[in-house]
């Protein structure tokens, strides 16, 4: 799993990695091998930095003439590894229940002190929780951007 966007290599970039390739083992790179190594890369969804990685990665450990696949082969199994890594990291704590009755009790406060806040949102609602009309929600939303700032000032986050 790569986190960042998936940005396909250009002819450009090829050329450029090509010209790393190149100084680890002198080949000659002719159009033909641009327009192979371009549409390889596109098949294999390489990103540039991954590429030039995995050509780094095979001339440090390896004595073997590099080809394209040696490449994707290298960028799935980094991307694998990372894939790993990140199931591994444990997910975002939970509040504890001092926090959570904290937000709740400033909530209450300022839907208490909060006159529009009250009227807007004690319209009818669906058996979803929306408000049954798009005029009942604008009401609603608007009310509650009034009171945004407050009700972050209340728990302690700034606007």
């Keep these: 799993m790569n986190p960042q966007p998936f940005e396909a290599m250009t002819r450009d970039d090829?050329?450029?990695l090509l010209s790393v390739v190149t100084g680890g083992d002198n080949r000659n790179a002719t159009e033909a091998t641009v327009a192979v190594?371009?549409?390889?890369?596109?098949?294999g969804r390489w990103t540039k930095r991954e590429a030039i990685d995995a050509v780094i990665g095979h001339f440090a450990?390896?004595?073997e003439?590099?080809?394209p696949a040696h490449i994707t082969q290298r960028i799935r199994a980094a991307r694998r590894t990372e894939s790993e890594v990140f199931r591994a990291l444990p997910g975002p704590a939970r509040a504890s229940e001092e926090t959570r009755a904290s937000?709740?009790?400033?909530a209450a406060e300022l839907f208490a002190r909060e006159p529009r806040f009250k009227r807007a949102f004690a319209m009818p609602w669906t058996?979803?929780?929306r408000a049954r009309s798009a005029s009942a929600r604008a009401e609603a939303e608007r009310a509650l951007e009034a009171v945004r700032p407050q009700l972050d000032r209340l728990i302690g986050r700034e606007p």
Excluded: F, N, P
Aim: glycine share 4%; charged share 20%; aromatic share 8%.
């Design 14 to 16: 090829i050329i450029d």
């Design 37 to 43: 190594w371009t549409e390889v890369a596109k098949q």
């Design 61 to 63: 450990e390896s004595t």
């Design 65 to 67: 003439y590099l080809m």
């Design 103 to 106: 937000a709740m009790a400033a």
């Design 127 to 129: 058996a979803r929780g």
